[in-house]
């Protein structure tokens, strides 16, 4: 399957996640700035409406369980910029089994 098609899905699964406060997908808000594929990896960027929002880390997690449901995903690595708790929330997200 070619790169495009799987950012494609890639995408298709993240606009079904809702922010839990507008109750719209994080792909329509712009918080999911962006979308690289490698091998079977995936890397995904997620900048919050705020620096304190204290829903991105569900909204990243689910984000990682979503994408890890395509097959053509073994390991989606989820990376929360511009919150004041970015580092501790991309090592629980990112944290290997």
């Known amino acids: 399957m070619a790169e495009a098609e799987i950012k494609q899905q890639i995408n298709d699964k993240l606009a079904r996640i ?31 409406t705020n620096p304190g929002c204290m829903s991105v880390a569900n909204i990243a997690m689910a984000a990682k369980l979503e994408v890890e449901k395509l097959d053509e995903i073994d390991l989606a690595e989820i990376t929360v910029i511009d919150h004041m708790m970015a580092d501790t929330i991309n090592e629980m997200i990112n944290k290997e089994e």
């Open 18 to 48: 809702a922010d839990p406060h507008m109750g719209i997908s994080i792909v329509d808000m712009g918080l999911v700035q962006n979308v690289e594929v490698e091998d079977k990896n995936a890397k995904i960027t997620i900048k919050p």
